[in-house]
């Protein structure tokens, strides 16, 4: 299995709160992405990055951030969470080659009262 | 820009049954496709693509897709399922139109097999 950890893999937290969540690889890709998955939207790309400190919007980019200060570590950040944030968060990887996202973390589960 | 479609949200299918899972995409000038699987509380897997050369792909666990360009489709089918076949499935595209390139995901067909 290629070496993605999503943290924490479950939250819940209150409306207007700040959210981090954390993706680390440990198979040195360049590309990394954010999406959001829920029901009968498959998923969809929130942010993504090509580099350390290059990143980009993707489809549903309002409402999140991102930063890439280590190859490895990608982070998403609800600067203040609203209910409708609440979603199943997955980051993915792909190396220089890659035309599409090719492995994925397990999920972190983020709930939004 | 892109888009997928998948007819079925969810597909019930009894055990040693084929089944076909079906994925329309938008045209454009060139694409390329794929279908990811994803089993309860797990991320997504890929399971096959295409990019170029045949148009009939075989994939992981007896998985295979054919692609038809005259009828936008990239159709998934396996001869005889398994219980543990059952996860949803995505269709995606990657493709290159007036708004640059793009990934799309679709939203998924939900197999579940039928002992």
């Known amino acids: 299995d290629a070496g993605i950890t999503q943290s924490p893999r479950h939250k819940v937290t209150e409306t207007g709160t700040p959210v981090t969540l954390r993706c680390h690889q440990t198979?040195?890709?360049?590309?990394m992405y954010w999406y959001r998955q829920d029901p009968g939207h498959g998923l969809r790309l929130i942010h993504y990055s090509y580099g350390v400190k290059d990143t980009d919007k993707g489809e549903v980019s309002d409402g999140y951030s991102v930063s890439r200060s280590k190859t490895e570590d990608f982070l998403l950040t609800l600067e203040s969470a609203t209910s409708s944030q609440t979603s199943v968060y997955f980051c993915?990887?792909?190396?220089?080659?890659?035309?599409?996202?090719?492995?994925f973390g397990d999920g972190t589960r983020l709930s939004i009262l | 820009a892109q888009s997928v479609t998948q007819l079925d949200s969810q597909v019930p299918v009894f055990e040693e049954a084929p089944v076909e899972l079906r994925c329309n995409y938008s045209?454009?000038?060139?694409?390329?496709l794929f279908w990811y699987v994803q089993y309860p509380n797990q991320g997504l897997q890929l399971l096959l693509k295409?990019?170029?050369?045949?148009?009939l792909v075989k994939g992981i666990n007896g998985f295979e897709a054919e692609f038809n360009k005259s009828q936008t489709s990239f159709h998934l089918r396996k001869p005889s399922v398994h219980i543990s076949d059952t996860a949803e499935y995505f269709c995606a595209v990657s493709g290159c139109d007036n708004y640059g390139q793009n990934f799309v995901f679709g939203p998924g067909t939900r197999l579940s097999v039928l002992p």
């Open positions: 198979e040195n890709h360049r590309y």
């Open positions: 993915a990887i792909s190396d220089p080659g890659g035309l599409q996202p090719q492995h």
């Open positions: 295409y990019l170029s050369g045949s148009t």
């Open positions: 045209s454009s000038v060139s694409v390329y």
